[in-house]
């Protein structure tokens, strides 16, 4: 079988010093890997009765709209403050260094949905977390969560309140 992999590259020092970038557009660029990548993360999901599919932007949307599709529930985005139109919830949170802040539509869950929520890398889990945490005061319910790739070495599932499926350690 072909090691897809390959087709995640790591690129030091970039955006900042210090980090290693996963370039995950090379894999994207790959019919048979973009399959992979997108079948990997829903499959044990299948049967869980998903509602939404929330994506975090911007590499969520990527996934989280097929792995919706492929699951037949809706998509939802969380956006970066500002994006979204109209009444939205806030969710700010800590980075490594600073601060960030996510919102969603205040009428985009309805109270008791099943929420899969989606993101491209998990690293310290401050992003995952605080979508989970807009699911949850939207009074719907995050079922899980599912990633392409967990930096294994950051511990980050260990902040977000559900169980966070990965395709690669990394
Ligand atoms: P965190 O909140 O620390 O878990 O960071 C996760 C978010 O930042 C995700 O939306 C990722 O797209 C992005 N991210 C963090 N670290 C990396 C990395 N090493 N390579 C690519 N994206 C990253």
Do not use: N
């Amino acid at each position: 079988m072909t090691d897809f992999t390959r087709l995640v590259r790591d690129v030091p020092d970039w955006p900042t010093p210090g980090i290693v970038y996963k370039d995950i557009t090379p894999l994207l660029a790959s019919p048979e890997g973009l399959a992979w990548a997108v079948d990997r993360m829903y499959e044990p999901f299948v049967g869980q009765h998903v509602d939404r599919v929330v994506g975090i932007e911007s590499r969520g949307f990527i996934f989280g709209s097929a792995i919706a599709r492929a699951l037949g529930a809706g998509f939802v985005p969380v956006r970066k403050p500002g994006k979204l139109p109209r009444a939205t919830r806030r969710c700010d949170y800590r980075l490594e260094y600073g601060t960030d802040a996510l919102e969603m539509h205040v009428d985009a869950l309805v109270e008791g949905e099943r929420v899969l929520v989606v993101d491209d890398v998990l690293a310290t889990g401050g992003t995952m977390a605080a979508a989970c945490g807009l699911v949850a005061e939207l009074g719907a319910e995050a079922i899980g969560a599912t990633v392409l790739i967990r930096l294994a070495a950051l511990d980050g599932a260990e902040r977000v309140p559900v169980a966070v499926h990965a395709v690669l350690d990394a």
